[in-house]
């Protein structure tokens, strides 16, 4: 797991926390959600919160991170990332040009979805990285980030194929 002093010595030492209000940087983003007491990160072994570009016009937000997610610290890493790396390729992207992420941060025990309450607990924190981003088209991939950006309880299949 990564240590509050690890993160510290990375972003800067002694830097205050800033709350969501006054954020307008990821890494003071980081540094808030490092702090932020949840059970999740009690059993995950690092943030993952993005990759990527953060001054990108697209924004992909996935799910949660995954086994291999968890131990490099980045999302869409390991299969998940190389399905994803050939998407954008396909359209002429690469990854670093976009911004990723995922509805929450933390990986979740044994890989299971995440409750309603987990996505309103980490809801704050993605809609900053929205805000700090400004991208203009924002790709959810899967129903949790359906959920958590769209506020629906559609499932994919009727959100599927259109503009939101």
Excluded: C
Excluded at 110 to 133: A, G, M, S, W
Excluded at 140 to 152: M, P, R, V
Aim: glycine share 6%; net charge positive; charged share 30%.
């Amino acid at each position: 797991m990564i240590k509050d002093k690890e993160i510290n010595r990375e972003i800067g030492e002694n830097k205050a926390i800033k709350s969501i209000d006054e954020i307008t940087d990821i890494k003071d983003l980081v540094l808030l959600i490092i702090n932020h007491k949840n059970s999740l990160k009690k059993t995950a072994k690092k943030l993952a919160l993005f990759d990527g570009n953060t001054k990108s016009n697209l924004m992909v937000i996935g799910e949660a991170p995954g086994q291999e997610e968890d131990l490099q610290g980045l999302p869409f890493v390991g299969r998940t990332g190389e399905l994803l790396n050939k998407m954008l390729l396909a359209i002429k992207l690469h990854r670093k040009d976009v911004y990723i992420t995922n509805a929450i941060p933390w990986k979740l025990p044994k890989n299971r979805t995440p409750t309603d309450e987990e996505i309103l607990e980490f809801l704050p924190f993605l809609q900053r990285q929205i805000e700090i981003v400004k991208p203009k088209i924002i790709y959810l991939l899967g129903s949790t980030a359906a959920k958590a950006i769209l506020s629906t309880p559609l499932s994919l299949e009727k959100l599927r194929g259109k503009w939101h």
